[in-house]
């Protein structure tokens, strides 16, 4: 019987396969795309048999020869593939370092917390309205356009639903549990207790042990169900190493293109400031045993951006420099290309976002490469300030709370927290009460001081 997460049905999980096996440049033959079509969804819904057999005949397709693009999985291969870059930068002063730490924690703090009322929202729309609409509507009609503050959850009589009350203006004190923290801390924990060696495995181990399964979402929900099936729990390393990441990522898992790796890339740049390479080599080692292809490079390339907003606050210049960490001829690569192209060319980010959901709106609201467009339009059109990016990557709909965490991260790193002008973070207090074991309750200074302590480990080691 197949293993599956339960997200969606076994038939649900095949349907979508067929649209990544052709996002990945294979031919799906329009017979077997017919014969999944007419499967029903409710009575075979969860018929594993002829749903298992399905996803055994995908994975044989062969590649479409005219397939253009290049993009290996294992790091060898993906540096052999990049583009000239810094590596590791200069300029670096750690006296800055703890208040651009305590920036990057609450800048993706408050970016999260701003985008999380809002994001089924910003993913699947409301009202007959796709999410970037539906929201700007929402804002409108409470007279709150453009968007500058936490949302409200006032009634305006239009029958709109957000999430996440903890969240919205009326209500927030702290930064209540979400994935877009979890994965920061998590990476944060693993380099204090495992340090600047640790494996895929560590992390799969790290996951078992801290963070509870119904907070794991996606191709990371898959993922570690592949791991756990095939790894027995009284394991050691001799006994889970049989397991590659090539099967844990790959295995009935659609979703391995998706941004849950993108989400997961902030704390190794924190840890390796100024080193744009090694952010992106601990990244690569977190999202290969999820993801594949765009997924692990769009994990190395905002891990990369992090690590260089440390020295450098040019929008333009942090988006070369994590490019110069991935594949150029991968899509992801390539759509940033035309996103650096396309903001010079139009006057605002609505503008700009007219231009991503004309090119990249057919991919799903949480894939990795339309929703990395909108972190850098925000960077952009936000001039890089910490308030004005987040809001704009929010008003950007998609994963609302990935992009505002991701992009607080950034230009809360490049402006540390002594020079923030927002009002979104005082009413955070300061503090974080995540859902991973181990950290209940943590503040954000703390936070800072901790990943200056890891920051000094990981310099140590790579100067070695």
């Not at 007959?128 to 968007?147: H, S, V």
Request: glycine share 8%; net charge negative.
């Amino acid at each position: 019987m197949m293993i599956f997460t339960g997200w969606e049905s076994p038939l649900q999980l095949l349907k979508m396969e067929v649209v990544q096996r052709a996002y990945e440049g294979y031919v799906v033959p329009i017979a077997l795309k017919e014969h999944i079509t007419q499967l029903d969804d409710e009575n075979d819904a969860m018929n594993f048999e002829a749903v298992d057999g399905l996803f055994s005949e995908l994975a044989k397709l062969s590649k479409d020869p005219n397939f253009t693009y290049s993009q290996p999985n294992d790091l060898v291969n993906i540096r052999k593939q990049r583009p000239e870059g810094p590596r590791q930068m200069g300029g670096l002063k750690e006296a800055d370092l703890l208040d651009k730490f305590h920036g990057a924690w609450t800048g993706r703090a408050a970016g999260c917390a701003l985008g999380k009322p809002v994001e089924h929202m910003g993913i699947l729309g409301q009202q007959g309205m796709r999410g970037r609409k539906a929201i700007r509507t929402y804002l409108e009609n409470r007279c709150q356009w453009p968007l500058n503050d936490y949302f409200s959850g006032a009634d305006a009589g239009d029958a709109f639903t957000l999430f996440s009350p903890q969240s919205q203006r009326e209500n927030i004190t702290y930064m209540e549990p979400d994935d877009d923290i979890h994965y920061t801390l998590i990476a944060l924990a693993i380099l204090e207790k495992v340090g600047p060696s640790f494996s895929w495995h560590d992390i799969a181990t790290f996951w078992n042990s801290c963070l509870p399964y119904n907070a794991i979402c996606t191709a990371e929900s898959q993922a570690i169900l592949n791991y756990n099936n095939a790894v027995p729990r009284r394991s050691d390393t001799t006994t889970r190493s049989w397991v590659t990441s090539d099967y844990t990522s790959s295995n009935r898992n659609p979703y391995r293109e998706w941004i849950g790796a993108q989400i997961r890339a902030d704390g190794w740049g924190y840890a390796c400031a100024g080193n744009p390479e090694l952010a992106a080599e601990f990244a690569f080692r977190d999202a290969s045993w999820t993801h594949r292809a765009n997924g692990i490079y769009g994990e190395m390339l905002f891990a990369a951006i992090v690590a260089a907003a440390f020295v450098e606050n040019d929008p333009y210049t942090l988006v070369a420099i994590g490019l110069s960490e991935i594949p150029k001829n991968s899509k992801l690569a390539e759509a940033c290309r035309n996103a650096l192209q396309q903001a010079q060319v139009h006057d605002d980010f609505e503008g700009y976002m007219d231009w991503v959901d004309a090119h990249y709106g057919d991919l799903n609201g949480v894939h990795t490469v339309n929703n990395a467009l909108v972190v850098i339009g925000a960077m952009i059109f936000g001039q890089m300030d910490v308030h004005q990016s987040i809001c704009r990557s929010v008003e950007g709909g998609l994963d609302t709370d990935c992009n505002g965490a991701t992009c607080g991260s950034i230009t809360g790193a490049a402006m540390g927290a002594k020079a923030m002008d927002s009002i979104l973070v005082a009413p955070l207090n300061d503090t974080i009460r995540p859902s991973v074991i181990g950290f209940q309750e943590v503040t954000m200074s703390d936070l800072a001081e901790r990943t200056l302590q890891v920051y000094r480990k990981v310099s140590a080691m790579a100067g070695a």
